[in-house]
């Protein structure tokens, strides 16, 4: 049947429509190849890219003329000297348009460069610098000539200072969301002025800093703050929640996880203070039965999301939570102690619809629990059930029976499934996540089921899963063909035919593959000329994977940003080709590489020092190898650690 007449009634308008609605890449993909029409309205509705090769902005931004939204944390050679060369150039229309940059662990920028692109960048909304290491004071002096910023995410700046954050709070007035997760060198000091300075933030993470209660007195001043994140902020007191308690008018969520100094009184006087809080995270932070917040869960009418992992509870937890928070559709109840079927029964019979049910370690539960689960909460999106070992095939014909929308499960070494169980399962066929890592009890035939009627599953886990092997394989690469991220580590039955099949999966981008010990570099060869946007690889203890394997993977892998091949049987060779030529390679493990001289190690570092990130290796080898090496990495961003 000729299409052409069917596709003439689609104008541009109509086509922009239907592709707002095509949300995964691959669909995006194909979308674009249907003709030359549907290219030019998917490159006039793109208005995010990520790229490689800085090189390529001004000719991409021509291409893609809504694009305002760049991605630079997988670029290698994003430094000072290629920023001054794009802005050189004189060619800065595309830096007009940007509204958020990504600069994640861009390592090899600093002040000057950071500066150029702020300066350039009039209507910059939001940048991402996070994971860059080395990032201090002059840096963030830099980030505070954007004027606009509105978005700041700087997660383990670690030679951020006060001095720093107080250059961005004068610069950046408008900020409405900022993270300064483990940016330890910020004190009270900062966070004080920060709050004088940006009244408009609504959202500020502070986790694992050395801040005490003066700076929750600071942040209380704050009339629109939302969401406030503290956790593990081990010197802030019951002091501090009681400023809260007495401000922030208009916080609707709060994470004050693992904070070992704040008892359970102090966070209900906060709880108090905000009856319209939506989300409460508290995991770990109970040293004791939380009477008083339990209690405070009465005024909570409209919690959406409850988080208590590691606490103790009861009966009468749960039901209050039954009577009074109706509108509840998260709740978090990993490793907590008092767990019972009878709880859950009394937690989900009165109608609560949850979507999100964490009941990792939960260990007294039976398929009693999972049976009043499936039939009050139909709507169940996500499940944990880490180390639930009493329930049995029964909990899973319940779930497929009942919950067909369910999309994520986490059966991580639950002894009960078996494959008759996995059958049943597959009847949820919207699965896009399944871990299933230590059960022994699976076989080939239980991962069919799963492969015939999950076609959606992106994330599998079978670590340690010794009854899984190439049969198993071979459906998942006909049944799963969205499959990103798998991991096979430690299962032995494994072999090159398996491990060839894989290459039918053509979004994988993550594979785990530790110690299969029946892969050789044929296996790793079939799998690196066929799976060519592979971006993470683990074949840590493949002691027979050969030099073959890993010189088609740096012919064939370009792709790969982290590998892992630590206890392999990699030579000098082989480990200078792997560095040299993965270009995007990032991150890399070389853990106890026998084969490998020292000189080898050399070669192989400066071959790739100028992109390389992060590198593990043997602490012995800081006694051979030439300090100028270890100079030139740290000059470059690398950040090395030792084993």
């Known amino acids: 049947m000729d299409c052409a007449p069917l596709l003439s009634l689609l104008n541009d308008d109509l086509l922009i429509r239907i592709l707002s609605f095509i949300t995964h890449d691959s669909d995006r993909k194909s979308f674009r190849l249907v003709c030359r029409t549907f290219l030019k309205v998917d490159s006039f509705h793109r208005t995010h890219i990520r790229i490689l090769r800085p090189e390529f902005i001004t000719t991409l931004f021509s291409k893609f003329p809504r694009i305002n939204s760049l991605d630079l944390s997988i670029c290698p050679q994003i430094n000072d000297g290629a920023v001054s060369m794009l802005m050189g150039h004189g060619s800065t229309h595309w830096s007009i348009r940007l509204r958020k940059l990504v600069l994640s662990r861009s390592t090899g920028l600093k002040s000057t460069g950071l500066e150029m692109l702020m300066k350039s960048c009039p209507v910059l909304e939001s940048v991402d610098v996070s994971y860059c290491w080395d990032f201090g004071d002059k840096e963030a002096a830099a980030l505070s000539f954007g004027g606009s910023l509105r978005e700041v995410k700087m997660d383990r700046c670690l030679g951020v200072s006060d001095v720093g954050l107080a250059k961005i709070a004068i610069g950046c007035q408008c900020l409405e969301k900022l993270s300064l997760k483990w940016c330890s060198e910020i004190t009270d000091l900062g966070v004080d002025l920060l709050t004088k300075k940006c009244t408009e933030l609504k959202h500020l993470d502070i986790s694992y800093l050395k801040v005490t209660s003066g700076s929750l007195r600071s942040i209380s001043s704050l009339e629109k703050l939302e969401f406030l994140a503290m956790v593990g902020c081990s010197t802030v007191d019951n002091e501090g929640l009681h400023y809260l308690g007495k401000g922030c008018p208009s916080l609707q969520a709060l994470d004050v996880s693992r904070c070992d100094r704040l008892s359970s009184s102090a966070l209900a006087f906060l709880i108090n203070g905000h009856p319209l809080m939506l989300q409460i995270y508290a995991s770990y932070y109970f040293h004791e039965y939380p009477t008083k917040i339990i209690q405070g869960l009465k005024d909570l009418k409209n919690l959406k999301t409850l988080v208590l992992d590691g606490a103790l509870v009861s009966e009468s937890f749960f039901k209050i939570i039954n009577f009074n928070c109706k509108y509840l559709v998260e709740i978090g109840l990993g490793k907590c102690k008092g767990v019972t079927d009878k709880g859950i029964f009394q937690l989900v019979s009165g109608g609560l619809n949850l979507n999100v049910l964490n009941l990792t370690c939960c260990s007294d539960l039976t398929d009693i629990a999972i049976s009043a689960i499936t039939d009050s909460c139909q709507s169940l999106l ?221 070669v192989a570092l400066r071959a790739c020092c100028v992109r390389l990130k992060k590198v593990k290796l043997v602490a012995s080898l800081r006694l051979h190898l030439t300090p100028d090496i270890f100079k030139t990495l740290r000059a470059k961003g690398c950040r090395i650690r030792w084993d």
Do not use: W
Not at 402 to 413: G, V
Not at 541 to 565: E, P
């Open 382 to 602: 996500c499940l944990k059930l880490e180390c639930c070992n009493l329930l049995t095939e029964k909990s899973l014909y319940r779930l497929g029976l009942h919950c067909s929308l369910l999309e994520e499960i986490d059966l991580t070494d639950c002894f009960g499934v078996n494959d008759t169980g996995l059958s049943y399962l597959s009847k949820c066929t919207k699965l896009v996540c399944l871990k299933l890592g230590l059960c022994i009890n699976i076989t080939d035939k239980g991962l069919y089921a799963i492969a015939r009627n999950c076609r959606e599953i992106r994330e599998l886990d079978l670590y340690r899963c010794k009854g899984i092997g190439d049969d198993g394989l071979y459906a998942l690469s006909s049944g799963c063909k969205r499959m990103q991220k798998l991991n096979l580590s430690y299962c032995s039955e494994v072999t090159d035919k398996g491990i060839e099949c894989l290459g039918h999966l053509p979004e994988l981008y993550n594979l785990e593959m530790r110690s299969l010990l029946n892969v050789t570099g044929t296996g790793l060869t079939a799998l690196a000329t066929r799976c060519c946007g592979l971006a993470e690889l683990d074949v840590k203890d493949c002691a027979n994977i050969d030099d073959s394997g890993f010189m088609a993977l740096a012919y064939y892998s370009r792709n790969l940003q982290q590998i892992n091949l630590s206890h392999c049987a990699i030579s000098d060779v082989g480990l200078c080709m792997v560095m040299g030529n993965l270009t995007c390679l990032q991150d890399a493990k070389l853990v106890n590489l026998y084969n490998v001289s020292t000189n080898g190690f050399e």
